[in-house]
């Protein structure tokens, strides 16, 4: 029986325990894993503890002005001197250790943390809390329970996590325990203003282009209620755009009147398409992106298909229009 809780002393006991810690999260990391991994590493360093960050996918530009994202590594391998250099992995929201996208991780014991659901507790010890808003904010959790003040910039990399994973306060995730723990870093010195410039006017044109690209084939199903996209490799290519570059298309046709989900498809890739769903309410296309194998939150999840972009999203749009079919 491995420690599973979602308080952060169990976490915070074992973290204090390391000498060396190698942090990671999962593929296509967004604004709750890097900041989240950024404050883990702050804390760890206040413990005296060292840490390396090392991602296998970049972080999106959108956070590039994140305190301390220049620390961040990305590599398709872990690195030379894993395991014997680290007595610690933290996997940041990988719901399987597979979503890191690393091989060999588990020779050395895991701390994982996350928020998202069915996550099996597969570490040494398990941090998992599903109605945590971000895991950002169990994060915060940890400062308090260790009686460490964070800095500004933990604030700012826990805020950036906790204001990405809500969509700015606005998902059904934003409840009290998001406010409390936003003012609690607020007034240690976050900036929203400053953040909300980063994280939704530092888009690259790249990403805008690939939004016209991914409007062109812009479908609805069950007579508005959800609206879908898609964007293959020539749209990548047309747009000059990366994996990088997908970050907030999602949110347009979300914002269409009487829409309530989107699915997103991207293959940039041959025969790899990556899904991803947003939904509003009690629309919960976290049990469509889990039927495919993949996982997420009531209103943000996705998934991963082998198989030609046509094929995916037809697939995910029948799915679409059962869930919305069954809630009339
Ligand atoms: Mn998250």
Redesign the pocket.
Known sequence: MTPTSNDPTLAVVRLRRARRVLLTCHRNP?G??IG?ELALAELASSFGVESVIVNRDPAPVTLSELPGVGTVMVAETLPDDFPEGYDLVITV?CPELERAGFNGLDQAPILNI???RANPAYGEVNYLDEEAP???EMVWAMFKAAGVEPSVEAATNTYV?LA??TGDFCYSNARPRAFRAAAEMVERGADPPTISEWVHDGRTEASVRLLGEALKNLRFGCDGRFASLAVDEEAFARAGADSTDTDEIINIPRAIGGVEAVVFCKQWEPGLVKVSFRSRGRVDVCSVAASFGGGG?TNAAGCTFKTDLETARRQVETSLTELLGGQG
Request: aromatic share 0%; proline share 0%.
């Open positions: 967004d709750d894993a989240s929201e996350d928020h998202h971000a895991v950002g996590a990405t994973d939150h």
